[in-house]
Nanobody, 125 residues
Framework: QAQLVESGGGLVQAGGSLSLSCAASGRTFSAYAMGWFRQAPGKEREFVAAINYRGARTYYADSVKGRFTISRDNAKDTVYLQMNSLKPEDTGVYYC??????????????????WGQGTQVTVSS
């Protein structure tokens, strides 16, 4: 069973940058896709980005393409989300997640079974 712990959230002005990290434990990290999701106040949780188990393929929501970058370091069991040109609408709780099934693409939100506790990102205008 996977344990996921996010860090790196905070308060930033619009146009600024933040970097999130998610440390994984409990299983072989390099065998599993990883994803980032977010939930704004009063809204449903939405997909942000995903990366396959080897880090060779990445996927992004249209709303963050060109501004956010997902990456992973399989030697450190960690996935990252670099967020640039932040907008107030990027505000929310950011969660990292991982599927129970190994070697999946991570492209379907329904694949994800394990979730971190979330980290707050607030972008002021």
């Amino acid at each position: 069973q996977a344990q996921l712990v996010e860090s790196g959230g905070g308060l930033v002005q619009a146009g600024g940058s933040l970097s999130l990290s998610c440390a994984a434990s409990g299983r072989t990290f390099s065998a599993y896709a990883m994803g980032w999701f977010r939930q704004a106040p009063g809204k449903e949780r939405e997909f942000v980005a995903a990366i396959n188990y080897r880090g060779a393929r990445t996927y992004y929501a249209d709303s963050v393409k060109g501004r956010f970058t997902i990456s992973r370091d399989n030697a450190k069991d960690t996935v990252y989300l670099q967020m640039n040109s932040l907008k107030p609408e990027d505000t929310g709780v950011y969660y990292c997640a991982s599927p129970a099934q190994a070697f999946s693409s991570g492209t379907s939100p329904g694949e994800y079974d394990y979730w971190g506790q979330g980290t707050q990102v607030t972008v002021s205008s």
